[in-house]
């Protein structure tokens, strides 16, 4: 079945980074766009980068742009996420899907940007 794994996640200071990974099985990874979601206290689920496959193009959502960057080791069906000068509006679960998303969720990484 379908599986996502997310780590990574953590306390951080506005300014720091972190390095998301998440661990897909199931299905055939390197067919498909991967993507970095993210989901706030009270707000939706959103997108905030894809990665096509098997490993080219990228897209972010304005709000991360040129603060975080996906990629993905088809060899070991990951897709990572590295985030950069966060910021407390980074706060969130972090989630990793394909694009667009199924309906089998990981547990998520919870981010926390906070002095």
């Known amino acids: 079945q379908v599986q996502f794994v997310e780590s990574g996640g953590g306390l951080v200071q506005p300014g720091g980074s972190l390095r998301l990974s998440c661990a897909a099985s199931g299905f055939f990874f390197s067919g498909f766009r991967m993507g970095w979601y993210r989901q706030a206290p009270g707000k939706e689920r959103s997108l905030v980068a894809f990665?096509?496959?098997?490993?080219?193009?990228?897209n972010y959502a304005d709000s991360v742009k040129g603060r975080f960057t996906i990629s993905r080791d088809n060899a070991k069906d990951t897709v990572f996420l590295q985030m950069n000068s966060l910021k407390p509006d980074d706060t969130a679960v972090y989630y990793c899907n394909v694009v667009p998303f199924w309906g089998t969720w990981g547990q998520g990484t919870q981010v926390t940007v906070s002095s």
């Open positions: 990665i096509n496959r098997p490993g080219g193009d990228t």
